[in-house]
């Protein structure tokens, strides 16, 4: 049973167009996160759900956007794709709690042509 | 801000070499600390974790020690296996960031 699970696992799509990656945890977790990889594995917070509030926008372009229906899922909607946007997102649950480890999911790895 | 630094790689040993990957951490509050492992095409899995001062964290054969006084939570490995080749993240979290913030990243590789 996957504990942290996001779908679609590779996404190849052309400039422009407008695309959604969805994260689903299991766990009970009250917070959620996506992050980028790039290509030199530089992982970079992007934001964070903590009981379906949004609390971390790291200078994200506003293409992006977050939604999340229910403490369990955390979907991450794309508009107007551009080449920079290439990369692997991971989603990622937790608890609250400065203590306890993030999961990550297996990610999604995008590539804009 | 609340940052890691960590050693850049690319590292490259024989089978059953000693490894050390330094982390050293910038933090407001009293952080805890993690190292994470990626394998190739795969996601990131907690490797171990340590959340207050002089703790160990300890799994696999890989051990860091929490050093409140060198802000450092170096990982070690005695003697490692081609298995182990992955890439090596060291992270923390305050109880002021609900985020985990990581380092760079450290590849290693591991040849017969």
């Known amino acids: 049973d996957t504990a942290v699970s996001q779908t679609p696992k590779y996404l190849v799509t052309q400039m422009g167009n407008d695309k959604s990656i969805k994260c689903e945890q299991n766990?009970?977790?009250?917070?959620m996160y996506w992050y980028k990889q790039d290509s030199k594995k530089f992982l970079k917070i992007m934001f964070s759900?903590?009981?379906?509030?949004?609390?971390i926008n790291e200078t994200v372009p506003n293409r992006f956007s977050p939604k999340s229906p229910d403490k369990a899922h955390l979907n991450l909607h794309i508009n107007s794709l551009e080449l920079g946007d290439s990369a692997v997102y991971f989603c990622?649950?937790?608890?609250?709690?400065?203590?306890?480890?993030?999961?990550f999911g297996q990610g999604t790895r995008l590539t804009v042509v | 801000g609340d940052s890691v630094t960590q050693m850049e790689g690319p590292v490259t040993l024989s089978e059953e070499a000693f490894l050390t990957i330094n982390c050293t951490y910038t933090?407001?509050?009293?952080?805890?600390l993690f190292w994470y492992v990626q394998y190739p095409g795969e996601g990131l899995q907690l490797l171990l974790k340590?959340?207050?001062?002089?703790d160990k964290g300890s799994n696999k054969g890989f051990e860091a020690t929490y050093r409140k006084e060198t802000t450092s939570f170096h990982l070690e490995k005695g003697s490692v296996q081609v298995s182990d080749s992955a890439v090596y993240f060291c992270?923390?979290?305050?109880?002021?960031?609900?985020?985990?913030?990581f380092g760079a990243g450290t590849r290693l590789t591991v040849k017969p």
């Open positions: 990622a649950s937790s608890q609250a709690n400065r203590v306890t480890e993030a999961f």
């Open positions: 766990l009970g977790h009250d917070t």
């Open positions: 759900y903590n009981n379906k509030e949004l609390i």
């Open positions: 933090a407001t509050g009293y952080p805890s």
């Open positions: 340590a959340t207050k001062a002089d």
């Open positions: 992270a923390l979290r305050t109880y002021n960031n609900n985020d985990m913030r």
